[in-house]
Structures are given as structure tokens and as C-alpha cells.
Nanobody
Framework: QVQLVESGGGLVQAGGSLRLSCVAS????????RAWYRQAPGKQRELVAA???????NYADSVKGRFTISRDNAKNTVYLQMNSLKPEDTAVYYC????????????WGQGTQVTVSS
């Protein structure tokens, strides 16, 4: 099993910055994908950013140029640096870890609230 613990959410004014962290523990394979998703009220959960074990990244168009995902494999931690925040970034942000064994295994954190005021 894998456990994910997020931190770093909060309330910030538009234009401000926040940094989210997600620490993984348990049975973690050396090859895995880490990602951040978000879900706003009344909307579906969407991918924000993802990063492979080797450091390749992918971003949603809405956050390109503002958010940066990074990881520290030695600490089993993934980060999301969020700059130039907008009210539409308000959501619960979830950390995800995906790895493969006999099938695809997805693990989720409990979520952390990010609120951006205008």
C-alpha cells in the first residue's frame, strides 16, 4: 500500500503564490508517475500537472507558465509551485501516484484546499 500526505494549501489573494507538497510512503516502485489534480465545486476532477520518475512534465493549458511541478525522488515528495494565482484556480488539490505491477495502481491523497480571492 501507498499513503500520500499533502500540505501547503490555504487562502491567497489573486496574483499570489502557494507551494503544495505531497509525501509518499509505503510500497513505492522506482518507476512511477506523480501528478496533481484539482476539483472545483460542481466540476469534474482535472489533471493539473504530471511528472515522470525521469522528470518529464506535462501541464494543463490553463496553468502553463504559472505552475511548476517537481519531485525529489530521494524524499518521495512531489511539489507544485503555483504562481500568479487566479480565482479560477480555487479548488481542492489532490496528489496522485501511479505505478504498475500486474495492473495500474492509483493512489490519492486526502486533498488540500486552495482558495484564491479576487
Amino acid at each position: 500500500q501507498v499513503q500520500l500526505v499533502e500540505s501547503g494549501g490555504g487562502l491567497v489573494q489573486a496574483g499570489g503564490s502557494l507551494r503544495l507538497s505531497c509525501v509518499a510512503s509505503g510500497s513505492i516502485f522506482s518507476f512511477n508517475f506523480r501528478a496533481w489534480y484539482r476539483q472545483a465545486p460542481g466540476k469534474q476532477r482535472e489533471l493539473v500537472a504530471a511528472i515522470t520518475s525521469g522528470g518529464s512534465t506535462n501541464y494543463a493549458d490553463s496553468v502553463k507558465g504559472r505552475f511548476t511541478i517537481s519531485r525529489d525522488n530521494a524524499k518521495n515528495t512531489v511539489y507544485l509551485q503555483m504562481n500568479s494565482l487566479k480565482p479560477e484556480d480555487t479548488a481542492v488539490y489532490y496528489c496522485n501516484l501511479r505505478q504498475y505491477s500486474t495492473g495500474t495502481m492509483d493512489y490519492w491523497g486526502q486533498g488540500t484546499q486552495v482558495t484564491v480571492s479576487s
